[in-house]
């Protein structure tokens, strides 16, 4: 069964790679292409449909009835390899190289401000638990994995499982300490990094305690 489950799969594969090096393409040229039965390829582009990843087009001809052809959908490429932080990596290099890491560093912190101006908004009128509620959806939507909860002392812990920009983080480090900045200036509280995947850790870890506000008090007369 498990067999069968890997060759369906294999097939499904296939059929996305004639699609994207070849496509648009009927039935019968993905089944020429294949050499498996109009049916067998029928069945799985059905399926690759049905989850989004394939669409149909109507092409009408001179003579005869209309021809379905199939495509792979915006959806479908993120089947496909990626090597953005490759391109990332290079460019920060170039930069590096040319003027130097300051200059890399001035890219990072500007990012740092962009992401403060946009997601300051969502922290407003809230309390810090609520903040931190709000920062790991912010952080789970960009594909950290993040988690929180709250300590017996009331401090919170966030926890991110998965970092995207992994591969510049470990080459650049102000990447992880712009990020931190930015946890401390959304929250408004003090956050402390415990543990880093860039530097071999299991996760990213982060301690989030209250800032004691100072009590003002009216000048005496």
């Known amino acids: 069964m498990a067999k069968k ?6 097939t499904r594969r296939m ?26 390829v029928r069945r799985h582009v059905l399926q690759l449909e049905q989850e989004s990843l394939a669409k ?54 500007g990012r740092r401000r962009r992401m403060l101006a946009q997601y300051t908004p969502m922290m407003q009128n809230r309390d810090l638990e609520q903040r931190v509620a709000e920062l790991s959806a912010i952080q789970n939507a960009g594909g950290y994995m993040a988690e929180w909860s709250k300590e017996e002392d009331g401090s919170y812990v966030m926890r991110e499982y998965n970092c995207p920009i992994r591969q510049v983080a470990t080459q650049y480090r102000k990447a992880c ?32 305690t209250p800032v004691k506000k100072e009590k003002t008090s009216e000048n005496s007369k």
């Open 56 to 109: 149909t087009k109507v092409v009408r001809q001179a003579m005869g009835r209309p021809m379905h052809v199939y495509s792979l959908t915006e959806r479908a490429e993120d089947h496909f390899p990626k090597s953005y932080h490759n391109l990332a990596l290079e460019l920060l290099r170039e930069l590096d190289h040319g003027s130097g890491l300051d200059a890399v560093n001035v890219l990072f912190e």
């Open 15 to 40: 059929i996305m790679t004639l699609l994207k090096m070849k496509g648009p393409l009927t039935i019968g040229a993905l089944a020429e292409e294949l050499g498996i039965t109009e049916m067998g």
């Open 5 to 10: 489950g890997q060759e369906s799969g294999s």
């Open 177 to 208: 300490q712009c990020e931190q900045h930015l946890f401390e200036e959304l929250l408004d509280a003090k956050v402390t990094r415990s543990e880093c995947m860039a530097e071999g850790g299991q996760c990213c870890r982060y301690a989030i």
